[in-house]
């Protein structure tokens, strides 16, 4: 089947909206999912963007039953590391269930990878949720490190009254 | 002791550069680290930035035996995540052994903290080593959540010649 990798634009992001939900859904993680359509086309698209995304679109004959052509997406930004220096973080990489097995997921995180080299990033980070098997086999296959279980580093966060809490001097 | 918390600027590359080894080699990590003060001027000074950072600095009467008045630091970059959108990710987070049970490390993360507040940001992401007790143990205290832990989200990574590969259409 035909599909096209091209970069998201401001016009992507409801059905980028309704994928995010998609996958949250997917990861059990829903109630998580905080950010709207709006907030993804405030901090995506304005001057100083907060993320990159791409889009994996196919054409209208292959349109799903809810006429959805936009059928996949990742979105990226540039981030740092002090052991390897530039790096491309991917915060999601998402295709919809009926779409899978045809090599659109890879080709999503394969467009990520070139746009890492060719800004001189030499690692590709990201999260992966351990329950979600399938997810981590095709990772590993593409040659990732899981780099929790081999060197134990945590993702953290704080927020809310935290965050809040945190800043005051 | 009196400190100040200030913008990193290129003529602190050398003091990073330093205290990003003795950070690694306090987390056993220093075989990984792979960046120059030279890539830190780069990457972080240029027109587009892939970091920012802030220093500790003591006054000159304070100054180590070696010299060394900037005496902590710590990096950080804009990032997003779609469960709730603008983040500010902490890259590392370090002070010198002798200054530190001051606050210093307290004062830095809030340096961070309001920041990201200030750009919009509601979370303040970054990775830590769970071997790590003593610096576990101070996030817990600021209000952070161990996401690993709780959700089961792994931090995972592509480089070197596996990323190379991936980018390969």
Redesign the interface.
Same mark, same amino acid.
């Given at each position: 089947m035909d599909y096209t990798i091209r970069a998201a634009n401001v016009e992507d992001c409801q059905d980028i909206a309704r994928m995010?939900m998609e996958?949250?859904e997917h990861d059990k993680?829903s109630d998580?999912?905080?950010?709207t359509q709006e #907030?993804l086309e405030q #901090?995506?698209f304005s001057k100083?963007p907060?993320?990159h995304g791409i889009i994996a679109e196919v054409p209208e004959q292959h349109r799903t039953k809810e006429g959805h052509t936009k059928i996949g997406y990742a979105?990226y930004?540039?981030?740092?590391?002090?052991?390897?220096?530039?790096?491309v973080?991917m915060?999601?990489l998402y295709v919809m269930p009926e779409f899978r097995g045809r090599g659109i997921g890879k080709?999503l995180?394969?467009k990520i990878?070139?746009l &890492?080299?060719a800004a001189g990033c030499?690692?590709?980070?990201?999260?992966?949720?351990?329950?979600n098997k399938s997810s981590?086999d095709f990772?590993f296959r593409?040659?990732?490190? #899981?780099?929790?279980?081999d060197? &134990?580093?945590?993702?953290?966060?704080?927020? &809310?009254?935290?965050?809040?809490?945190?800043?005051?001097?």
């Open positions: 995010v996958l949250a993680v998580l999912v905080k950010i #907030d #901090d995506g100083k907060f993320f979105l930004f540039y981030s740092y590391t002090t052991w390897k220096g530039r790096a973080y915060v999601d080709a995180m394969s990878a070139q &890492g080299l030499t690692q590709l980070n990201f999260i992966a949720l351990e329950q981590l990772y593409q040659g990732c490190s #899981d780099i929790t279980a060197i &134990g580093y945590h993702y953290m966060s704080c927020n &809310g009254e935290a965050l809040e809490h945190l800043a005051q001097p």
